[in-house]
């Protein structure tokens, strides 16, 4: 089980704030492979970015949804009261990354670990809490080591509820509401959050990452077609949760072991999102190219596509778009271990800083790396021997974008 990141000191506002906090021992550049701050050195505060109803098996009850934000750069506790940071013309990139847990069990701290390495780089991230909870029905029956509790975790041998009349693609749908409603929240307080909204990135783990590349290339018209009673039952994905209605373009997608319904809706300018993506080759659970998820030999949920046709249809339907596929022999998560103690786990965060900080920078590099070893036998040092990190493509300094404010 990872350990959860013990809270950092909250400051009180009132009014106005004025972000004067020192933020000391600072070198070289962020937004790279290494840390250019300490775990000390991060603020974490919980908000409640939304307030939903139709939850699994209630249509009624109201859950107030929290997200957890992390930042080198010192957090409102009032979200409501406006922040002026000094040095305020250097803002952060963000990033949303949503946990895993086969939509019907997990919670924000799981990931807590891959936050902490992303704004130890220079990032504001946040980690959002989703609605979760559906019905299995045959998957009792055909589907192996895919039953939860409403604990925090995976339970492989709990008997799975049946007979229950919500489904996975309600509980799909509901996710997408929820990572829509944080980033609205996101986009609307971005100044107070010293965030810079050309640089909003979404990523995900497993069930995190098909909610994130959902996010990425579907909208509603394209989900109407995919679950059609969602829309009627559910709501519209793009205004459920909050009052926010503010416009956001993302910038890159973080797709670790996700997929999508089918690739032929990826097709509009608008679904153009730069991806950085890693897949186990022998994934049961979210196949790495086309097959029936879940481990459901009877087809239960229909077929699904993973990341390898995701790469394709990216590179055939927008060339010159930045795209990398990383590929290792391995089952569900490769390399999902705590990156603050894992070298291997560390290495998909390296490469998404490094692959955001490129394409920032006007790099359209196209790359699809196959391992041909098994995740469990390969070394960090091999990793690197197959694909380097590479951070530099003119390369954004430091300076530019975090608050460094000396009292």
């Known amino acids: 089980m990872r350990k959860r990141i013990v809270s950092a000191v909250m400051l009180l506002f009132i009014g106005s704030t004025v972000m004067s906090q020192s933020i000391a021992n600072v070198s070289g550049n962020c937004f790279k492979e290494d840390s250019c701050f300490a775990s000390s050195q991060i603020y974490k505060t919980d908000y409640i970015f939304s307030t939903v109803k139709n939850t699994y098996l209630s249509a009624r009850g109201k859950v107030d949804l929290y997200m957890t934000v992390y930042s080198a750069a010192p957090l409102p506790k009032n979200i409501q009261k406006k922040t002026i940071f000094a040095n305020g013309k250097y803002k952060q990139p963000f990033i949303l990354l949503i946990h895993g847990g086969g939509f019907r069990a997990g919670c924000r701290t799981l990931i807590a670990n891959e936050c902490m390495e992303f704004a130890k780089r220079g990032y504001v991230v946040a980690a959002i809490d989703y609605r979760l909870g559906w019905a299995p029905g ?21 008997p799975c509820r049946v007979g229950l009349s919500d489904s996975l693609d ?24 010293n965030i810079d909204k050309r640089y909003l990135y ?26 059609p009673k969602a829309k009627a039952k559910l ?21 670790n072991w996700g997929g999508i319904k089918d690739t032929a809706y990826i097709k509009a300018t608008g679904d153009k999102v730069p991806m950085i993506a890693f897949h186990g080759i022998d994934d049961s659970i979210v196949p790495l190219e086309k097959d029936y998820p879940f481990n459901c030999i009877n087809g239960a949920y229909g077929s699904f596509t993973g990341s ?11 060339p010159g778009i ?27 965060i390296q490469k998404a800083v490094c692959f955001f900080n490129r394409v920032r920078n006007g790099d359209k590099t196209q790359k699809f790396i196959e391992i041909d070893k098994n995740e469990d036998d390969i070394t960090y040092d091999e990793l690197i021997k197959a694909s380097p990190v590479e951070c530099d493509a003119g390369g954004l300094q430091q300076k530019q974008y975090v608050p460094i404010a000396l009292n």
Do not use: W
């Open 138 to 158: 045959d998957d009792k029956k055909y589907c192996k080591g895919f039953c939860f509790d409403g604990a925090c975790g995976l339970v492989l041998n709990s």
């Open 170 to 193: 309600f509980a799909v749908y509901r996710s997408i509401q929820d990572a829509d409603a944080a980033m609205r929240y996101i986009a609307h307080y971005a100044d107070n959050f």
């Open 202 to 227: 979404v990523g995900g783990y497993s069930a995190g990452a098909i909610t994130a590349v959902n996010l990425s290339y579907m909208n509603q018209k394209d989900l109407n077609a995919v679950i």
């Open 235 to 255: 709501g519209l994905y793009n205004t459920y949760g909050n009052s926010f209605t503010d416009k956001y373009k993302i910038a890159g997608l973080f797709n």
């Open 308 to 318: 390898k046709l995701i790469y394709e249809r990216l590179i055939h339907k927008f």
């Open 322 to 348: 930045p795209v990398e596929l990383y590929v290792t022999y391995g089952k569900h998560g490769i390399f999902d271990e705590n990156p603050s103690t894992d070298r291997k786990a560390l290495y998909r």
